[in-house]
């Protein structure tokens, strides 16, 4: 049983491109978000959605979009990569609204 | 709205001492309360949660926390401290909505030989 995974692990990348964090989920959860953690910051929610064809944004959503066309895939996109968007990134995703997320084990980007 | 605030950036404490790790929480509605361990370079485990059962709540690895809403706390304790409990510990609050949690900053605990 796999969990989350995200991919890639790592990535660099410079100013003004595009990229987009893929997450997948094979237990079949319909709650997923990503976060992004910051030194001294904690986790901070940038989108969620509560199945597919379903989302929100959290309390970071500027610059980035997702979408979620299939209850096991929720990809993140960054549209232009700023400087400040260099962070690590993780993928949850849970049962239901009371129940714990599971994590995926992050992604590292950096932004030139 | 709901916050959580963890006390003390970095805890240090002796191998084989008592370890607490301190969480405040507040929510409008009666809260969801977990704890999760990050390792370096690895992503979140859940330790333990709270959800309006048992006030004392038993984790993995030895951990435990209470739940008191009197002075709206959760704070995590492990009676012995191992080497291998040296982590990022994350309190985390939810109020059951579709939203994610809102976590603590975090605590770095240090674990001295």
């Known amino acids: 049983n796999a969990g989350v995974t995200q991919t890639p692990k790592f990535q660099v990348l410079k100013t003004g491109q595009s990229m987009t964090l893929q997450c997948a989920q094979d237990m079949n959860h319909e709650y997923m978000s990503w976060y992004r953690q910051d030194p001294g910051m904690g986790l901070r929610l940038i989108h969620y959605s509560v199945g597919a064809g379903i989302t929100d944004q959290g309390e970071v959503p500027n610059g980035y979009n997702v979408s979620r066309s299939t209850t096991e895939d929720f990809p993140l996109r960054l549209l232009s990569a700023a400087p400040s968007q260099t962070s690590v990134y993780f993928c949850?995703?849970?049962?239901?609204?009371?129940?714990?997320?599971?994590f995926g084990d992050g992604t590292r980007l950096s932004i030139l | 709205a709901q916050s959580v605030t963890q006390l003390g950036s970095h805890v240090s404490v002796s191998e084989g001492a008592l370890v607490l790790l301190r969480c405040n929480y507040s929510?409008?509605?009666?809260?969801?309360l977990f704890w999760y361990v990050q390792y370096p370079n690895q992503g979140l485990q859940l330790l333990l949660k709270y959800t309006s059962a048992a006030t004392l709540v038993k984790g993995i690895n030895g951990f435990e926390a209470e739940f008191k809403k009197s002075e709206t706390s959760f704070h995590l304790t492990k009676p012995s401290a191992h080497m291998s409990d040296a982590a990022e510990y994350f309190c985390?609050?939810?109020?059951?909505?579709?939203?994610?949690?809102?976590f603590g900053k975090g605590t770095h605990l240090i674990i001295q030989p």
């Open positions: 949850a995703s849970r049962q239901s609204s009371n129940q714990p997320q599971h």
């Open positions: 985390a609050v939810g109020r059951g909505g579709a939203d994610g949690l809102t």
């Open positions: 929510s409008s509605v009666p809260p969801y």
